[in-house]
C-alpha cells in the first residue's frame, strides 16, 4: 500500500512540474508520514539523507563538476575538435566524424555529457550544417555521442554506482567502461558512413602534415590528463577522489596558464557554477536514498525478484526485462536518482543470475545513457536542439537510428560479459 502510495504521489508532482529532486524528497517523506508513526518519519527522512552523503566515494562528485567546467571554458573542447578535424576532416561528410570523436574525447576528459553537447557541439552543429548535414541529425548526433563521456571515465555517475552497490571499486568501474564506450562511438561512426554515402556528401577539409602535426600538439596537453588520471588510479597512485583535485589543477593549469582562455577574474562565476551544480546533484543524491531506503523498507526488491522469477526462469529473458523496464526509467527519470533507487532492486535478481555488480553496473548506465537522449524528459536533447535551432521533436526521427545503434551495442554488454569485464581483469582490478 505504501508502495502504490509512494509512485502516485511521485508521478503526481513531477506532472506538475516539481523538480525531480523535490519530487523524491517530498513523495519519500509525505509516504513516511501517512503510513508511518508521525513522530519517527521526519527524523527517518533526515537521518537517511544525511548518511547517503556520508561517503568519502562522493567528494570525487563536486572536484570532476568543477574540472569540467574549467575544461568546458578554458579552450580544450575548441582543440580537441581541432584534432578531430585535422584527423578525419577530410572524409566525405567527415563533420560527422568529427562530432562523435570530439564528443568522445570531452566526455572522456570531463566526464559530463551535458558539458560535451554544450562545448562541442556550439561548434560543431553549425560547422555541420555549413558541410550539408541537417540540423535535425547535427543535434541528434551530438546529443548521442555526448553519452560516451558517462561511460568513459572519469564520470561521475559511475562514482554513484560504486556507491550504491556498495561492492565495486570505482577503479574497476571506470577502466570496465572504455570498451563499451568506444562501441558506441564507433557504432554511431558506422552509422554516420552510410548515411554521408548515401547523401553524397563531398570531402571536408585538407591538412598538410604540418597542420596535422600542429593540430596534434595542441591537443597533447588536453589528452594528457586521460592518462594522467586512469593511469594514477590503475597504478595505485591516488584514488577517484584524489583524482578529481588533480583533475581541477591539471585543467586550472591548462586553461588559465597555457592556453589562457581563462583569467581568475572567471574563476568566482565559475566556482559559483560548480557549486550551484554540486548542490543539485548532492540533494539528488540525498532524497534519493531516502526513497531507496523506503523501498527495501518495504520489502520491494524481494518483491522485484520474486515475480521476475515467477514470469521466467530463463536469465537471457530476465535480463531483457530488466533493460526494457531501465530504458522506461531512463526516458522519465534522471540518472542520478535511477541508480540509487533502482541499483538495491535489480542488482540482487542480476547476481542471482550470475552476473556480476560490475557488469551489471555499466550495462545499467549504458541503459540510462540511451534514457538521456529520449523524450520526454532526456536532457541532452533539449541542449542539442537548442544549440541547433530546431525542436526535440524534429530530432526524434533521425535519432531513432541512434536508438538503434545504442540498443545494439546494449544487448552485446549485456549478454557478452567480457566487454566488460575484459579489460578490469586485465590490470588487476577485478577479480
Known sequence: MSFLLLVVLLAVLLVVGIPIAFAIGLATLATLLLTIDP????????????????????????????????????????????????LLGRL??????????????????????????????????????????????????????????????PSNILIVYAVASGSVSIAALFVAGYIPGIMVALGLMALCAVR???????????????????????????????????????????TATEAGAIAVLYAFFLAVIVY????????????????????????????????????AYENIPQAVSDGLMFISDNPMVILLLINLTLLLIGAFLDMTPAVLIFTPIFLPVAEQLGMSPLHFGIMMVLNLCIGLCSPPVGSLLFVSSAIGQTTVGRIVRPLLPMYGVMFLVLLVVTYVPATVEWLPRAFGLYD
Request: charged share 10%; hydrophobic share 50%; proline share 5%.
Open 92 to 153: 566525405p561528410g567527415g563533420l560527422a566524424f568529427v562530432n562523435v570523436v570530439a564528443c568522445t574525447l570531452f566526455g572522456a576528459i570531463s566526464g559530463s555529457a551535458v558539458a560535451a553537447t554544450s562545448a562541442v557541439g556550439g561548434v560543431m552543429i553549425p560547422a555541420m550544417r555549413e558541410e550539408g548535414h541537417d540540423a535535425d541529425f547535427s543535434a541528434a548526433l551530438t546529443a548521442t555521442a555526448s553519452t560516451t563521456g558517462l561511460l568513459i571515465p
Open 39 to 86: 513522530g519517527p518519519a521526519l527524523t527517518t527522512m533526515a537521518q537517511r539523507m544525511a548518511g547517503g552523503l556520508n561517503s568519502f566515494a562522493l567528494l570525487a562528485i563536486p572536484l570532476f563538476i568543477l574540472s569540467g567546467n574549467l575544461m568546458a571554458q578554458g579552450g580544450i573542447a575548441r582543440r580537441l575538435i581541432e584534432f578531430a578535424r585535422a
Open 260 to 295: 589562457r582562455e581563462l583569467s581568475l577574474k572567471d574563476l568566482p562565476g565559475l566556482l559559483l557554477k560548480s557549486a550551484e551544480t554540486t548542490s543539485i546533484v548532492m540533494f539528488l543524491i540525498a532524497t534519493s536514498t531516502a526513497m531507496s531506503w523506503l523501498l
Open 196 to 238: 554521408v554515402r548515401r547523401a553524397g556528401l563531398p570531402g571536408g577539409q585538407h591538412y598538410s602534415p604540418g597542420q596535422v602535426l600542429r593540430a596534434c600538439l595542441d591537443a597533447l596537453p588536453s589528452l594528457l590528463l586521460i592518462l594522467l588520471i586512469i593511469g594514477g588510479i590503475i597504478g595505485g597512485i591516488f
